[in-house]
C-alpha cells in the first residue's frame, strides 16, 4: 500500500525511496554521539552517588537513631532515605555547585559583608517577578541576604491567612505573587549576584484549607491523625490548665470545637492553623520533603518558624520540649546530606536560657541562626528608659556564648514587639513587670512627656493592662512627629536617634537585617484601619506599601530619605571594611558611670573597637580608656584623643590600631 501523505493522497515513491537512502547513513553519527555522551552522564551520575553516599554516611547512624527514638518505625525511615536521595538528585546542578562552594568555605553566613533586607514581596514590589526588576535597588542598599516573608499559598481571605503564615499549599505559591517557577528564576538571578534568599517554613500548624486538614474535616482516620482531635473536655481542661495560651485576648483557648466531627481541633494559634501532631512519623516525612522541595527551589536560608512549640505532650507546657531539639538536630543533618548549601534559622521567641540550646552544641548542631529577639526588645527598653544596664547585662549574656553561636539581629521586624524582658532583674531596680509595660506602651503611643514616638498596641487585654506594640523604626524614633510638625531641629534629633541605634546594631556580632522601608525612613501607615480584613490586626501600621516615591528622593540631599540612606550605607561600608567587624572577634561590654551610656568593645588581632553609645537627649563628655591616638571611623581622622564630647542620641566608632 502506498504511504499517505498529510492530505490523505498518495506519496511518490522517488520520494520514498530517497528519504529510507539516508537512514542507513544517519545511524553511525547517532551513534557516536550517544556513545560521545554517555560517559559523562555515567561520570556525573556516579560521583553524584558518592557524594551522596558519602554525607548520608556521615550522618546515616545518628539520624536513624533519632528517628527511631522519635517513631520506631524503620520502614518509615527508609522510605525517609530513598525520598533525600531522590530529592538530592534531583537538585540543580548550579545549586550542586553553590553547595560544594559553601561546604568548603565553612560558615560563610557569618562573614561581616552580609547585610539583610526583610520585605512583604506584595508590598515592595507586587510580584516575585517585580522582586527580581528590583534587585538594582537591592544591591545599591549593599543587600546580599532577602528574606521575603511568607508566599506560600493562603486563604484567599487575608482574615484567615495570618499574614501568610496559614498556609493551605506548601508547594505553591499565591497565585497574586507569582509562581514555583518565578521564585527558583528569583534565586538564579540572586545567586548570579551574591544575594541569598530566604523564606519562612511554617511547621507548627497549617491552614484549615490545606488538603490534610479538609480530609481530616471529612472524617478520613489517616489525615485525623495528622492533627490533634479531641473529644474528651478533661483532656481540654488538662491542656487549657498546663500550657500558656499564645494569644489569650485576639485567639483564647487552644481548641477550636468542628460540630460536624462532634470533636475538637487542636488550635494554639488561630481557630483557622491546626496544629500538626510530629508524634506521627508521617507528618514529619511529609514535611520535611516539603523542605526539601523548597530548599531544591534554590533558597538559602529556611526560618523555621515558632520552633519551641512543634512538639506536643499532655501534662507539660508544650513548649522546648527534648523532642523538638531532637527534630530541628535531624533537619541540620537531611540539610548537610542533601542541600549543605542551606542555613536554618529558628525563630525562638523565648528568654534567652531557653533561646541558646537551639544552637544545639558544637558536636551535634541544631539552627545555624537563632533571632536575636530578647537583645531587640531591651533595646527599645533602654529608648524609653534612657537606662543603659539590662541591655548591658543582655549583651554581655550572649557575648559569653561562644562565639560559633550567631545571631541575626535587627531593630524592628514584621512583628509586634512584645514585652518579654528581664523583669526579676528589673525589679531589683525598681522597675514591677505590670506598670514598667505601661509606661513603655504610653512612652511609645507618645502619651509620656517628651517622648516622640508614635504608633499603636497590638493584642492589648484591658484585664491585665498587658499589651505589645506596633511601628516602624522612623516612627518610634520621630520621625513622623517631627515631619508632622514640620520641625526641622526636631527631624534632625530624630534622624541622629535613628541611625545611631542601626550603627549599634552594625556593632553586634551576627548578620544585621533591616526591615524594607528603614533605609529610607517609611513611617507607620494608618491605612490598614480602612481596610476590613486588616483592621483588626494593628501590625499592619509597619507592614505598609513600600514608599517608592521616598527612594526617588535619596540622591536629594534635603530630604530625610538621602540622609538616612546616605548613613546607613556609610555605616555598612564601614562594617564590611573593618576587620574588627569580624564574626571572631572577641566582643564585651565596658562598665562606665553614665548609666545612659552604652559602651561596647570589639578585638580583632592588635586592632580595638571603641564603639560608644548615648541613649539619652544631653550631651555626655566621654573619657576614653587611656589618651591615644585613635581613628574615627566614621569621619576616618586620626588624631590623639583623651575626651570626646557625645551629643544626644549620638554615637562613636573609635579604633586604635
Excluded at 533519632?66 to 536521595?85: I, K, S, W
Excluded at 501590625?539 to 535619596?554: A, C, N, Q, S, T
Excluded at 573619657?623 to 544626644?648: I, K, Q
Amino acid at each position: 500500500m502506498p504511504a499517505n501523505n498529510s492530505n490523505g493522497s498518495a506519496a511518490k515513491k522517488p520520494a520514498v525511496k530517497k528519504t529510507a537512502a539516508k537512514k542507513p547513513a544517519a545511524k553511525p553519527a547517532v551513534k557516536k554521539a550517544a556513545l560521545k555522551k554517555a560517559p559523562a552522564r555515567r561520570s556525573t551520575k556516579a560521583k553524584d552517588d558518592a557524594v551522596f553516599q558519602e554525607r548520608l554516611a556521615r550522618h546515616h547512624d545518628e539520624l536513624r537513631w533519632l528517628y527511631m527514638e522519635l517513631y520506631d518505625n524503620g520502614d518509615m525511615f527508609a522510605e525517609f532515605v530513598q525520598e533525600m536521595e531522590r530529592f538530592f538528585h534531583e537538585r540543580a546542578s548550579e545549586l550542586k555547585k553553590l553547595d560544594a562552594a559553601r561546604e568548603a568555605e565553612g560558615a560563610w553566613y557569618r562573614n561581616r559583608n552580609m547585610l539583610g533586607m526583610q520585605m512583604y514581596i506584595d508590598n515592595f514590589a507586587g510580584t516575585i517577578k517585580g522582586v527580581e526588576e528590583k534587585l538594582p535597588y537591592i544591591e545599591r542598599c549593599h543587600v546580599n541576604y532577602i528574606h521575603l516573608m511568607p508566599f506560600l499559598d493562603t486563604p484567599a481571605d487575608k482574615s484567615r491567612s495570618d499574614g501568610g503564615y496559614a498556609v493551605s499549599d506548601f508547594r505553591r505559591v499565591m497565585p497574586a505573587l507569582g509562581t514555583m517557577d518565578d521564585l527558583s528564576h528569583l534565586a538564579e538571578k540572586c545567586h548570579e549576584k551574591g544575594i541569598s534568599l530566604c523564606m519562612d517554613f511554617v511547621m507548627n500548624h497549617t491552614s484549615e484549607d490545606h488538603e490534610w486538614a479538609r480530609r481530616a474535616r471529612a472524617g478520613e482516620g489517616e489525615y485525623m491523625s495528622r492533627y490533634f482531635f479531641e473529644s474528651n473536655q478533661a483532656v481540654i481542661d488538662q491542656y487549657t490548665r498546663d500550657v500558656p495560651q499564645v494569644f489569650p485576648t485576639t485567639a483564647p483557648g487552644h481548641f477550636t470545637y468542628l460540630p460536624e466531627l462532634g470533636q475538637s481541633v487542636m488550635t494554639q494559634f488561630y481557630p483557622y492553623q491546626w496544629d500538626l501532631n510530629y508524634r506521627n512519623p508521617r507528618v514529619f516525612n511529609e514535611m520535611m520533603y516539603n523542605f526539601l522541595f523548597l530548599a531544591n527551589r534554590g533558597l538559602d536560608f529556611i526560618r523555621i518558624d515558632a520552633v519551641p512549640y512543634i512538639w506536643k505532650q499532655l501534662g507539660t507546657n508544650c513548649r522546648n520540649l527534648p523532642q523538638v531539639h531532637t527534630i530541628v538536630r535531624m533537619m541540620r543533618m537531611i540539610g548537610e546530606i542533601v542541600c549543605p548549601g542551606i542555613v536554618l534559622l529558628g525563630e525562638v521567641v523565648m528568654e534567652p536560657k531557653e533561646v541558646a540550646p537551639y544552637f544545639g552544641t558544637v558536636e551535634k548542631p541544631e539552627c545555624h541562626m537563632l533571632y536575636n529577639v530578647t537583645t531587640m526588645a531591651t533595646t527599645w527598653h533602654t529608648v524609653a528608659t534612657r537606662d543603659t544596664r539590662l541591655l548591658r547585662r543582655q549583651m554581655d549574656i550572649v557575648c559569653d556564648l561562644p562565639r560559633e553561636y550567631t545571631f541575626l539581629n535587627y531593630l524592628r521586624c514584621h512583628d509586634d514587639i512584645g514585652w518579654g524582658l528581664d523583669y526579676a532583674t528589673l525589679s531589683g531596680w525598681g522597675m514591677e513587670e505590670v506598670p514598667h509595660k505601661r509606661y513603655l506602651n504610653d512612652y511609645f503611643l507618645g502619651h509620656t512627656p517628651g517622648s516622640v514616638s508614635r504608633g499603636t498596641l497590638y493584642n492589648a487585654d484591658p484585664v491585665t493592662g498587658d499589651a505589645r506594640f506596633c511601628a516602624t523604626t522612623a516612627s518610634m524614633c520621630g520621625i513622623e512627629a517631627a515631619g508632622f510638625e514640620g520641625d526641622d531641629e526636631k527631624m534632625s534629633q530624630a534622624i541622629q536617634k535613628d541611625v545611631m541605634l542601626h550603627a549599634y546594631m552594625f556593632t553586634q556580632s551576627g548578620l544585621p537585617i533591616i526591615y524594607s522601608g528603614d533605609e529610607v525612613g517609611q513611617v507607620n501607615d494608618y491605612s490598614y484601619t480602612e481596610d476590613p480584613e486588616r483592621a483588626e490586626d494593628s501590625r499592619y501600621i509597619h507592614r505598609g506599601k513600600f514608599p517608592w516615591e521616598l527612594v526617588d528622593k535619596i540622591d536629594d540631599d534635603t530630604t530625610v530619605a538621602h540622609r538616612i540612606f546616605e548613613a546607613l550605607g556609610e555605616l555598612e561600608g564601614i562594617r564590611r571594611s573593618e576587620p574588627v567587624f569580624d564574626a571572631d572577634a572577641e566582643v564585651s561590654t565596658k562598665d562606665y558611670d553614665d548609666t545612659s551610656i552604652l559602651w561596647i568593645v570589639r578585638r580583632a588581632g592588635d586592632e580595638v573597637l571603641h564603639a560608644v553609645f548615648n541613649f539619652s537627649d544631653e550631651t555626655k563628655t566621654i573619657w576614653m580608656p587611656e589618651r591615644a591616638v585613635y581613628t574615627n571611623l566614621v569621619t576616618g581622622v586620626s588624631e590623639e584623643v583623651e575626651t570626646v564630647e557625645l551629643s544626644g542620641w549620638d554615637f562613636i566608632w573609635m579604633k586604635r590600631a
